[in-house]
């Protein structure tokens, strides 16, 4: 396995792959992404059923997936609390500082959760010039 930026990979794998080496070599666009972890206290809440949700392309708002820590296991949350892992994308959102990536997750959550009250925990992770590749579902 091999964790770096794409043309970085593409100079690495050159000599074992050179039509690898090429595609790597044509990643040309990079986006920043943030990723909320929010946990709010047991019955804030009503998760939908399943894992989590993915936003459609193209629509607005700061989301564009939100899965559901807590449903994977006990050890993601203390008994009946409610943990959420937000995806956030976009180059304008690393000019926010963290309380606003917050501020905006917990507004779009509400129509999605409805979660009452301040969460009881909050983190940022902010990752930059992860590939960005057009969405399948944009071309369609």
Do not use: K, N
Not at 12 to 38: Q, T
Not at 58 to 80: D, E, I, M, N, Y
Not at 100 to 112: D, H, K, N, S, W
């Amino acid at each position: 396995m091999l964790t770096t930026v794409a043309f970085g990979a593409a100079e690495v794998v050159v000599p074992l792959r050179s039509a690898s080496a090429s595609l790597l070599a044509g990643i040309h666009r990079y986006a920043s992404v943030s990723v909320d972890g929010l946990a709010f206290a047991a019955g804030s809440a009503t998760l939908l059923a399943g894992s989590g949700f993915v936003v459609a392309p193209g629509r607005s708002g700061v989301l564009t997936s939100c899965s559901w820590w807590s449903q994977q296991g006990p050890h993601c949350a203390p008994a009946g609390d409610i943990a959420v892992q937000a995806h956030l994308h976009g180059e304008e959102l690393q000019e926010l500082d963290d309380a606003a990536l917050v501020t905006a997750v917990r507004t779009e959550l509400r129509g999605a959760i409805g979660p009452r009250g301040e969460p009881v925990v909050t983190r940022v992770y902010r990752r930059a010039r992860l590939p960005s590749t057009p969405s399948p579902i944009a071309r369609a």
